[in-house]
């Protein structure tokens, strides 16, 4: 693997290598998201220097509602030729918990952005709903590598708060996103199932981004 495409959150951190025969999916996902995923790193409050307990409040809320979004979406895929379950139960948890230690709003509802953007993609690909899928979990997945930068990045300068949700899967993590990768490479073989792919994902990258600004529109 050449030039990774870095994983959301902000990172600009390498991913762990695939073996090439079988990042012919992968690398179109990269490439298919590269600019969307420089705009969320430049958008980012979270990633600048002096982000505080407010912008990670804001930060949490936005990804609670794109995953309650997202889930129902992507969960078909835990049923599929190449299952692969989303951890969402356990995430979802540590958001709320989060928020709870940062005496935040109320939690947040599903994304309707997020729901509305999922739904037309889907409409756009209505016999590679799977393959759609495996494009949205490509950016939910990939993006706990990016948690894991970010908690090291703000652990110290945000304590007490724990920080649970950037924490991701502790040290399983990079070994999940490795069996995750293999399992993507497995489910996305043909050129049409790796065309829906893209556009999941392209898809997942501009809802989290919204999500953003509505957060940003909101207070905390």
């Known amino acids: 693997m050449s030039t990774p495409h870095p994983i959301p959150s902000g990172t600009g951190r390498a991913l762990p290598a695939v073996p090439a025969a079988r990042t012919g999916g992968l690398a179109a996902l ?5 600019e969307q995923h420089a705009r ?24 609670a ?18 299952p692969w379950r989303l951890d969402d ?10 928020l709870e230690d940062a005496a935040a709003a109320a939690w947040p509802a599903a994304g309707v952005e997020t729901e509305e953007a999922a739904a037309r993609v889907l ?18 997945e990939g993006s706990q590598l990016g948690g894991q930068w970010l908690h090291r990045r ?14 991701g899967s502790g040290g399983e993590t990079a070994a999940r996103w490795k069996h995750f990768l293999a399992r993507l490479a497995d489910a996305l ?23 953003y600004d509505v957060q940003e529109e ?3």
């Open 65 to 82: 509602a794109w995953l309650q979004a997202l889930g129902p979406v992507i969960s078909p895929i835990d049923a599929g030729p190449h």
């Open 30 to 34: 990269r490439e298919a998201t590269r």
């Open 218 to 220: 909101t207070p905390a």
């Open 89 to 98: 139960p356990g995430r979802l948890q540590a958001l709320r918990l989060d």
């Open 40 to 63: 969320l790193d430049a958008a980012l409050p979270l990633a600048r220097e002096g982000a505080t307990l407010q912008d990670y409040v804001r930060h949490a809320r936005a990804l």
């Open 123 to 140: 409409e756009r690909f209505p016999a590679r709903a799977a393959a759609v899928a495996w494009g949205m979990a490509y950016v939910v």
């Open 154 to 167: 703000l652990s110290a300068t945000l304590a007490p708060h724990p920080l649970r949700y950037l924490q």
């Open 189 to 211: 073989q043909a050129p049409e199932d790796i065309a829906a792919a893209c556009a999941g994902a392209q898809t997942a990258f501009d809802a989290l981004r919204r999500q």
